[in-house]
């Protein structure tokens, strides 16, 4: 017996959802969708599980996220974050030949990109699901999702993270409708557009949305003082954050 | 050449320092203090690194950082919390047979039982160093006690981690001692006092100091509604966070 190294990744988009419409636009709503995958052999054979795999000897844990990533989706992340170590004993089935401890990643990913890549890599093995409407998980995976889920909903009330579900401009209707899907459920108009000028979180870009509407709604950008992608305590570049140190000499 | 997975823990401490005193009661200012190691083999011989070693096979990752913490300070953490995993492929020396990926906690014990404990533990390989003032370190122990001290800072502003430095019961100043110390600025009182009020974390005891002076100071308490030790996503206890999950029955 020995202990096994893996890397998964919980890949977040945002989708429209049939279960619900807004009543302004009558467009679906959106909802938080991930990525599974279909296991081909045992343990779990035939279950759907977070895409991932043994850590590569030559491979750092962040690029066998993306290597994930890729694989399954074929896209690039607008974030990728490490979110755990999960390394209890009792996480892999008995009789297991060997222990795995899984490092967790997750990410986010465009919705837009998420349609064009859906049509490309969707196949038998690899399919989309709403996070309110999972299958049946393998190993511990029903956990890790959970888990990322709640870093995400408490992570859109306090950083940039809704950006990397938004195009580089935005209405503060758009940037609404992603913090209620994310969180899933509805926020007042006038409180949060206080709320997120109170921050200077976002700033205006000075142009309108051009169509039809009589008074267009303005378009925003994120303040790009800092960096939406947290790439680890080796990679930061917010001005809050340690700048990269430097990697002692190896001896 | 394989992956060996490795725990260790960042351990941090307030201890007074000789480096100021508190122009009010004289008392010398605390500072944040851990305990490191010294490697008595190669690589980096004779170097100081963070206590830990290769996870056993029938070991939980939580249980190794609390093994881990026992055999070098003889404590039992207020407070412990997986840091992050480090796993780039240059973080070991050059020749190295093995390649090991490290999953750090960070922990914060009591000031009072470092005294006592430091009576007990200190020894010629394990000593305690003030966060200003480390040795050189053993691979890249030193990134990773810089990014400790991050998440330390920021965890400080926004959750009730001041907690596990403090007795039961303290006052305004002891509370606001704790948070310039691990902020290592000076905070304004009066704001202080209004931030924290306005967060509802702590309540008052209706009690004050015993002592000599003419107004003794409140004695306050945390508010016992949030949990103070972070767990992971498995031993979540907080109502913000998700209940303990029920674990999948392994098939």
Partial sequence: MQITLAVSTVIFALRPTSAGADPESGAPLPALWLPLVRRIRPPYEGQWALPG?????????????????GATTALAPNYLEQLYAFGTLDRSPDGAND??????????????????????????????????????LAFDHD?????????????????RIAHA?????????ELREVHESVLGRTLDPANFRRQIEST????????????????????????NSA?????????????AEPAS???????
Same sequence: chains 1, 2.
Avoid at 100 to 124: C, G, I, M
Avoid at 227 to 239: A, I, K, Q, Y
């Fill in 245 to 251: 140190p430097s990697r002692k000499p190896t001896a």
């Fill in 227 to 239: 960096e939406p992608v947290d790439r680890g305590p080796l990679g930061r570049t917010d001005p």
């Fill in 143 to 159: 956990v890790i999702i959970e888990y990322a889920l709640w870093r995400l909903r408490n992570k859109v009330e306090y950083s």
């Fill in 53 to 69: 795999g043994p850590l590569g000897i030559d491979e750092d844990l962040e690029a066998a996220a993306a290597r994930t990533l």
């Fill in 99 to 136: 222990r795995v401890v899984s490092v967790v990643y997750w990410a986010l990913v465009n919705s837009d990109e998420v349609v064009h890549s859906d049509r490309n890599t969707s196949t038998e093995n690899v399919r989309w699901f709403s996070v309110d409407d999972l299958p049946d």
């Fill in 200 to 223: 200077n979180a976002i700033v205006p870009t000075g142009k309108r949305v051009t169509g039809t509407s009589y008074r267009p709604p303005k378009l925003y950008r994120y303040n």
């Fill in 165 to 173: 579900f938004l195009g580089d401009t935005f209405t503060l209707a």
